[in-house]
Every structure is written in structure tokens, then in C-alpha cells.
């Protein structure tokens, strides 16, 4: 007699596809809901509630992916998972993983790596791809940036090197509070202690998401800050391939 078993599920806040942001190529791009960092700048203060997304189990959710397998597999691309932080319901985003590595689908994680000691090997061995995202790399900022330590990123980019896993770093360019030269270099000279990095992309801070902290009657805490000039982000790439890294 056959045991039946409880189908994994996580919330969901949206999904979307994108070209060249995500990952490589075309993705599938699903937006999972809860975040234990507040970020700044962050652009999707929708997503940081569980009780926000809606509840999809793992069929579900390769049902939706499976519609548009062609066009990821075809234009060299995949599946990400974003948030929010997928990391925040790791049974979930395993699963999922899981899943899309035996459809023959290339993954992609996109997180913080505040949690990445919910990430066992079985999840990271799953994925293709770590799209890590350091928000500063000094210790103070980051914690007045985020609300969280930096630490726990830290020891997951050295794990992830151990492992193989090839990671994209994202670094947001905030005035004031990341383009730092000495932090700047800081970082880049400890990704050039890692051997699985592909590529830094230094992201301009941008107010995209203002309407959103309207919407849910939130002050946006950088509603005065002005983007980066682009002279800085240029310099900030410089100092990354200075210390051996694609940067763009």
C-alpha cells in the first residue's frame, strides 16, 4: 500500500519573464514572497510578507514553467528564483530546483546569502547559477543598509566557491552609502580570493519601485537620494576589474 504524501508548497508573490537580467539568456523569473532584510533601496517591498503571496505547490508551479519550456530552452536560457528571499522557504525552492534540473532547465538562485545556511548541498548542487547579491562590505553599512549582519554572505560566497558553484555578484550602487572607494575595493579584492566568480554587475540605484511604497502607505527611505553619476559607476567597475573581474 502506497504512503500518500503532503505536496511541497510555498507563496508566490508573481513570476515574469526577463532576457539578460536574471541569469542567462530567457527566464523564467518567480518572484517567491518573504524577506528577513529590509533593504533601502529595496524594490519590492511587496514581496517581503509570506502572508503577501499566494500559496502554489511545487506541480503548480512547474505547470506554469513547463508552458514556456520552448522559449527557455531555446534562447539558452532557464529558471530563477528571486524574491523576496527564496531562501526564506527552502523546501520549497529546492523542490523547485530539484524539478527543473530533471525537465533539463538551467537554475538560477538569486539571494542575498543571509540565509544561505538554510541552503544544504543537495539545493546548491540544483543549481546552475548563484546570482549573489552584497549589498556593502562594510560590516556597519551594511547593517544600517539592510538590517541584517554581512557575515552570513560572506562565509556563503566561500562556500559556494568550495562547492563549484558558479556565482554572478550584484552590487547596487547607492550615493552615500556603497560607492565608497575603500569598500569597493575591499570587495573586489575578496572576490579575487574565489575562483567561481563570472561576473560583477555593478546596478545603478534607481527609484523604479517608489510607486510600490505608496501603494502599501510606507515611506521610501531614499526617496531624496539621487542615482549615481554615471562617472562613478565607471569608476566603481575599474576598481572590480582592477582586481581581475569582469565588471559591467
Not at 101 to 121: M, P
Not at 222 to 244: I, K, N, W
Amino acid at each position: 500500500m502506497s504512503i500518500a504524501t503532503t505536496p511541497v508548497t510555498g507563496r508566490v508573490h508573481s513570476w515574469d519573464l526577463s532576457t539578460g537580467v536574471d541569469g542567462p539568456g530567457t527566464r523564467f523569473v518567480l518572484f517567491v514572497s518573504g524577506c528577513p532584510l529590509r533593504c533601502l533601496y529595496c524594490a519590492n517591498p511587496d514581496t517581503w510578507h509570506m502572508r503577501d503571496g499566494r500559496p502554489v505547490t511545487v506541480d503548480e508551479t512547474m505547470a506554469e514553467i513547463d508552458r514556456y519550456r520552448s522559449v527557455l530552452t531555446t534562447a539558452g536560457g532557464g529558471v530563477t528564483l528571486t524574491g523576496g528571499e527564496p531562501l526564506l522557504q527552502p523546501a520549497f525552492t529546492a523542490s523547485v530546483l530539484r524539478r527543473c534540473k530533471e525537465a533539463g532547465l538551467h537554475t538560477a538562485l538569486d539571494t542575498s546569502g543571509f540565509l544561505g545556511a538554510r541552503a544544504d548541498d543537495s539545493l546548491l548542487a540544483d543549481t546552475d547559477l548563484v546570482l549573489l547579491d552584497i549589498k556593502s562590505f562594510d560590516a556597519a553599512v551594511y547593517r544600517k543598509l539592510t538590517g541584517g549582519e554581512l557575515a552570513p554572505t560572506l562565509t556563503f560566497a566561500t562556500r559556494l566557491n568550495r562547492l563549484g558553484v558558479p556565482m554572478w555578484i550584484r552590487y547596487v550602487l547607492v550615493p552615500g552609502w556603497t560607492d565608497d572607494t575603500a569598500c569597493v575595493d575591499g570587495l573586489g579584492a575578496f572576490l579575487a580570493g574565489l575562483d567561481n566568480v563570472d561576473r560583477v554587475d555593478v546596478l545603478p540605484f534607481h527609484k523604479l519601485g517608489a510607486h510600490k511604497y505608496e501603494a502599501l502607505g510606507i515611506p521610501f527611505p531614499l526617496r531624496d537620494t539621487a542615482g549615481p553619476a554615471p562617472a562613478v559607476v565607471e569608476r566603481v567597475r575599474a576598481q572590480f576589474r582592477a582586481h581581475g573581474q569582469r565588471a559591467y
